[in-house]
């Protein structure tokens, strides 16, 4: 399996972005995407995730209200949604994929991980 994430850049405090993350090769219903990120000087922390069957969600309190995480079955693609974006979310967004529908919040349980895309809120 690969996953290719992108949509990163640079905006400004209160502006948008969308993160894409597709998955090729072998795929199934049950599994499990999360969204993590890494700023500069911390470590990887957990964003948002989604389960595969059954779609159901979960959040970091620190993006609730403000970030949405969703999926194209057909596409093999999960996105996230940033909006009302703050300087506190400037990292490296790392989308992962794990085997078994849990989304966990700890990325040592996930089996597979995109490149990162960087995303920078600065005015």
């Known amino acids: 399996v690969q996953l290719q994430a992108s949509g990163g850049g640079a905006v400004q405090p209160g502006g948008a972005l969308r993160l894409s993350c597709v998955a090729s090769g072998r795929t199934t219903n049950d599994a499990a995407t999360g969204w993590f990120r890494r700023a500069p000087g911390k470590e990887r922390e957990f964003v948002a995730g989604?389960?595969?069957?059954?779609?159901?969600?979960y959040y970091a309190d620190s993006v609730k209200g403000r970030f949405t995480i969703s999926k194209n079955s057909a596409k093999n693609t999960v996105y996230l949604q940033m909006n009302s974006l703050e300087p506190e979310d400037t990292a490296v967004y790392y989308c992962?994929?794990?085997?078994?529908?849990?989304?966990?919040?700890?990325?040592?349980?996930?089996?597979?991980w995109g490149q990162g895309t960087e995303v920078t809120v600065s005015s």
């Open positions: 992962g994929l794990r085997w078994g529908s849990t989304v966990h919040r700890t990325s040592q349980l996930y089996n597979y």
């Open positions: 989604i389960r595969w069957s059954g779609g159901n969600t």
